[in-house]
């Protein structure tokens, strides 16, 4: 039998924060990251060094959400209380003042692919749009029903996917309408999604209650593939993915962040933090994992060598990726 031993010690640290780590974002020139915090601030940070570059403060309260654009050139962060803030990629300084429309908790923000659009998401039960030039909302607000957890848009930006309290919903952005609804999480809430680069899946996560799983669903079916994912102990707070999708990362409440690989669906690695774990991404190489949450502080892991494509990281050098956390397995 063979059982995983979690890995403990990660190769890099990234520490000046006051409160718990609740969001990351890889920059496209992959020399630099942003990270959000309760305590209020932005930070960005020379990922080779390891050093703070900047510390970005507009957030009147708690900073929940963040997002890069793909060309770099914006950066967006959501709060609590509904506050938007966009913000300049190259100098971190604010291009907005507070903008707040939705009446409260902005919980997930995504751009679209062709960055003309920011999607975000709100406890007040709503998504809206906003024109990334003027940042004036762009058409009506999607009404969707429950507490809004998380949205990300299809990598051909056709469809815009929402995690709600209640269900997972499937949206045209440009005409407003929704083109499918499912039940994914059996209890709690659906917490976090995480499309596959070639946009044939979606998958899923669920926080509260006693399904601490991932599911995986057909994009043309929207009907799910497979068992649910099982793993974890406790809510899954962010899925994401490597730029190939071959790698699944899981940042959990229970403390860890699991690697799974999309093919079987099977944890090949494990890490483990010291508190729960709110937010997880790939690096743009896909060899390391950088993760946060309640320890105050992003902390990048390797990727173990034998979970790497075949092909190499290479290919990945010119596409972005998401976190991910690093374990031996051990034969016992």
Not at 132 to 152: D, F, M, P, S
Request: aromatic share 8%; glycine share 8%; hydrophobic share 35%.
């Amino acid at each position: 039998m063979s059982q995983l031993i979690p890995s403990t010690t990660p190769v890099q640290e990234f520490e000046g924060h006051n409160g718990s780590v609740s969001s990351v974002a890889i920059l496209p020139d992959k020399r630099r990251i942003v990270t959000g915090s309760q305590d209020k601030i932005l930070r960005l940070w020379d990922l080779k060094e390891g050093v703070m570059l900047k510390q970005m403060e507009r957030h009147s309260s708690y900073v929940w959400a963040l997002a890069v654009s793909h060309h770099g050139k914006l950066i967006a962060s959501g709060g609590e209380n509904g506050e938007l803030v966009a913000w300049d990629g190259d100098t971190g300084k604010p291009l907005t003042q507070i903008i707040k429309d939705h009446t409260c908790w902005i919980i997930s923000l995504d751009f679209s692919p062709d960055d003309t659009v920011l999607a975000t998401g709100s406890y007040d039960h709503t998504a809206r749009l906003w024109n990334t030039e003027t940042w004036q909302e762009q058409g009506n607000l999607i009404k969707c029903g429950a507490l809004v957890r998380c949205v990300r848009y299809s990598p051909s930006g056709e469809h815009l996917a929402i995690a709600t309290a209640h269900d997972i919903q499937i949206w045209q952005p440009g005409t407003r309408e929704c083109v499918a609804k499912f039940q994914a999480a059996t209890s709690g809430v659906n917490f976090s999604l995480a499309w596959t680069p070639d946009g044939t899946r979606i998958l899923s996560s669920g926080q509260g209650g006693e399904d601490f799983t991932i599911r995986e669903w057909d994009s043309l079916t929207w009907r799910q593939v497979g068992e649910p994912w099982e793993g974890h102990s406790l809510g899954i707070r962010a899925i994401a993915l490597n730029s190939n999708g071959t790698l699944v990362a899981s940042a959990s409440e229970d403390n860890h962040v699991r690697l799974w690989r999309l093919s079987d669906r099977q944890t090949i690695a494990i890490i483990k933090h010291s508190g729960v774990v709110d937010c997880v991404t790939f690096s743009t190489d896909g060899r390391h994992i950088l993760s946060g949450g309640a320890d105050k502080k992003l902390s990048k892991w390797q990727v173990p060598e034998d979970a790497l494509p075949r092909n190499g990281p290479k290919e990945q050098a010119n596409q972005q990726v998401h976190s991910f956390s690093i374990y031996r397995l051990v034969i016992i």
